[in-house]
């Protein structure tokens, strides 16, 4: 198996155990995107505050993935940094799927 390439921006200020979480959660989404988009590949996963309200913060998560022949984007917000970014890598994962040659019958 080849190296991962991902790249992580501003990953929210967490416990070390849920951006453990998240980083896991981020390596699953690539391998399962490399089935469909073989070769070389980048992940870029982006975190940013989209609103603050009182303790809670809302969380902006922007994916994109850079292949040779193919550039897919996503982007989800919420409360929840691992919600937004469950939705974002699996509207990724979606759009991968859509890229894979039909086989074609014979």
Known sequence: M????????????LKEMEGGIL????????????????GEMLLEIGF?????EGNRTKVEVRGNVIAPKN??????????SEKALKQ???ALLKEAEKTKP???KN
């Not at 940013?48 to 603050?52: C, G, N, T, W």
């Not at 550039?71 to 929840?80: G, R, Y």
């Open 2 to 13: 080849s190296e991962r390439k991902i790249q992580v921006v501003h990953l929210p200020g």
């Open 23 to 38: 980083t896991r959660m981020i390596e699953n989404y690539y391998d399962r995107l490399q089935t469909f988009i073989p």
């Open 48 to 52: 940013r505050e989209a609103h603050k």
């Open 71 to 80: 550039k897919l984007h996503a982007e989800f917000t919420d409360w929840v």
């Open 88 to 90: 974002t890598l699996e």
């Open 102 to 104: 039909l086989s074609k």
